[in-house]
């Protein structure tokens, strides 16, 4: 399952880096789960074309990843935000000042990382 969710967020930030033909391709088999054989009659090619294809397609997204760090900073700020969320509930409860200074360090750090 874990797999799954990494293939979809990196498809989801880069997938549109992809041509049209790639796309499909890797839709069938990551998101639509044909299988090779089934994809590569729809497509007119051998199965290890498809399988060539879904394997080439997904470095290239590990690539894009490596370099522009796009899930990496989302994922953090995803968590940042989670966690600025649970401080607000507890400034809300207590009226602690000092969870206010964490929130607006939190949120300090989210500005740096964009």
């Not at 997938?15 to 299988?35: H, K, M, P, W």
């Not at 997904?58 to 490596?66: D, N, P, V």
């Not at 809300?92 to 360090?105: A, C, F, G, T, V």
Request: charged share 30%.
């Amino acid at each position: 399952m874990e797999r799954i969710v990494a293939q979809a967020y990196l498809y989801d930030f880069y997938g549109e880096l992809l041509n049209a033909r790639q796309r499909r391709i890797y839709e069938d088999f990551v998101f639509n789960d044909l299988s090779l054989a089934e994809i590569a009659e729809a497509e007119g090619i051998s199965r290890q074309g498809v399988h060539d294809m879904v394997k080439r397609c997904t470095k290239a997204l590990e690539g894009y990843e490596a370099k522009l760090h796009l899930v990496k900073k989302f994922l953090d700020a995803r968590e940042h935000v989670a966690k600025i969320h649970l401080l607000a509930g507890e400034f809300r409860k207590y009226h602690d000042e000092s969870l206010l200074e964490q929130i607006e360090q939190i949120s300090n750090t989210i500005l740096e990382e964009l």
